[in-house]
C-alpha cells in the first residue's frame, strides 16, 4: 500500500460512507482492482478511515450532539446490536471483507430494494430526532446490524430501517449519521485494540503505518464534509431510485469482472 492508495480510498471512503452504496465494498472492490495486498494493516485502514469520514457528523451536527441525555441513550441503544453481532461474527466478516463476489451481490439485492423503498414507507411520521423513541432507536439498530455484510451499506440499511418506523427520508438519514459515529468510534478502537495486541505496531512500518492512518483519516473526514449536506438535500428532493439504479449497474459491473478473472479474483 502506498500514499497514492490511501489518497484514493479515502476519497471514496468520503465520498460514499453517508451515501446508500457501502462505502466498505466500495473500498473493497477498489482495493482489489489497484491489486492491494489484503494484509492486516490494510483492514485496519478501511476501518479506521471510516471513523474519520464519521466525525465529520460531530462538526456539522454540533448542536445535536449538546442537546440532551436522551440523545446519547438512544445511540447507546441503538448500537447494541452491533456490538453483540459484531464481536459474535468478526471472523466471519472479516472473511466476508475478502471476497467482491458477496460485495456484487449486496449491492445488486440492496439496489432492487432501493427502487421501491421511496413507495413502500410514504406516509412518514416523525420528521426529527427527538420524536424517536427508545424503542425505535433499537429497531433501527437492529436493521443497522444487516451492514456487516459487506455490500449492504450501513447507511442504507439504517436509513431503510428509520424508514420503515415512519421517519420521514431526512429524519432517518440524520438518524444514520448520528447512529454511525459510536458504531464507528467502537469499531475503530477494538481493531486498533486487536492490531497492538497482535504487535503489528511493532513492525519497521510503524511510524509509515500511523501517517497513512492519519492522512487517510483527515481525507475522508474533509471529503465527507462535503458529502453530508449534498447528499442530504439530494434525498429530498429525488428520493432513492437513482442509487438503487447505481448499485445494481455497479454489481453487475462487478459480477462481470469476477467471472471474466479479472484482478477482482486478486484478494
Known amino acids: 500500500m502506498n500514499i497514492i492508495h490511501v489518497i484514493i480510498l479515502a476519497i471514496i471512503e468520503g465520498l460514499t460512507e453517508f451515501l446508500p452504496v457501502s462505502s466498505t465494498g466500495h473500498?473493497?472492490?477498489?482495493?482489489?482492482?489497484?491489486?492491494?495486498?489484503?494484509?492486516?494493516?490494510?483492514?485496519?485502514?478501511?476501518?479506521?478511515?471510516?471513523?474519520?469520514?464519521?466525525?465529520?457528523?460531530?462538526?456539522?451536527?454540533?448542536?445535536?450532539?449538546?442537546?440532551?441525555?436522551?440523545?446519547?441513550?438512544?445511540?447507546?441503544?441503538?448500537?447494541?446490536?452491533?456490538?453483540i453481532l459484531g464481536l459474535l461474527l468478526k471472523k466471519h466478516?472479516?472473511?466476508?471483507?475478502?471476497?467482491p463476489l458477496i460485495v456484487a451481490v449486496s449491492f445488486v439485492v440492496g439496489g432492487?430494494?432501493?427502487?421501491?423503498?421511496?413507495?413502500?414507507?410514504?406516509?412518514?411520521?416523525?420528521n426529527?430526532?427527538?420524536?424517536?423513541?427508545h424503542i425505535t432507536a433499537l429497531k433501527i439498530g437492529f436493521f443497522q446490524c444487516l451492514a456487516m455484510i459487506p455490500g449492504v451499506s450501513r447507511s442504507a440499511a439504517s436509513i431503510v430501517g428509520g424508514m420503515s418506523q415512519k421517519l420521514s427520508?431526512?429524519?432517518?438519514?440524520?438518524?444514520?449519521?448520528?447512529?454511525?459515529?459510536?458504531?464507528?468510534?467502537?469499531?475503530?478502537?477494538?481493531?486498533?485494540?486487536?492490531?497492538k495486541k497482535n504487535g503489528y505496531f511493532s513492525t519497521p512500518n510503524f511510524h509509515q503505518d500511523i501517517k497513512f492512518l492519519l492522512i487517510g483519516s483527515v481525507i475522508a473526514f474533509i471529503v465527507a464534509l462535503l458529502a453530508i449536506k449534498t447528499f442530504i438535500t439530494f434525498l429530498e428532493k429525488r428520493g432513492f431510485k437513482v442509487?438503487?439504479?447505481?448499485?445494481?449497474?455497479?454489481?453487475?459491473?462487478?459480477?462481470?469482472?469476477?467471472?471474466?478473472?479479472?484482478?477482482?479474483?486478486?484478494?
Not at 427520508?169 to 458504531?183: D, G, H, I, Y
Open 93 to 99: 466478516i472479516d472473511k466476508w471483507l475478502e471476497n
Open 243 to 267: 442509487f438503487g439504479w447505481y448499485r445494481i449497474l455497479a454489481g453487475a459491473v462487478i459480477i462481470i469482472l469476477y467471472f471474466a478473472g479479472n484482478a477482482l479474483h486478486n484478494v
Open 169 to 195: 427520508r431526512t429524519a432517518a438519514a440524520e438518524f444514520s449519521f448520528f447512529l454511525a459515529v459510536p458504531t464507528m468510534f467502537g469499531a475503530t478502537v477494538k481493531d486498533l485494540w486487536d492490531y
Open 27 to 83: 473500498m473493497v472492490v477498489a482495493s482489489s482492482l489497484m491489486g492491494i495486498n489484503k494484509d492486516e494493516f490494510v483492514k485496519l485502514f478501511e476501518v479506521v478511515i471510516q471513523l474519520g469520514a464519521i466525525l465529520a457528523v460531530v462538526v456539522l451536527y454540533f448542536k445535536r450532539f449538546v442537546r440532551s441525555v436522551d440523545f446519547y441513550i438512544k445511540l447507546v441503544i441503538g448500537v447494541i446490536p452491533a456490538i
Open 128 to 133: 426529527e430526532e427527538k420524536k424517536i423513541s
Open 112 to 126: 432492487i430494494i432501493l427502487l421501491f423503498v421511496d413507495d413502500w414507507f410514504n406516509k412518514p411520521q416523525i
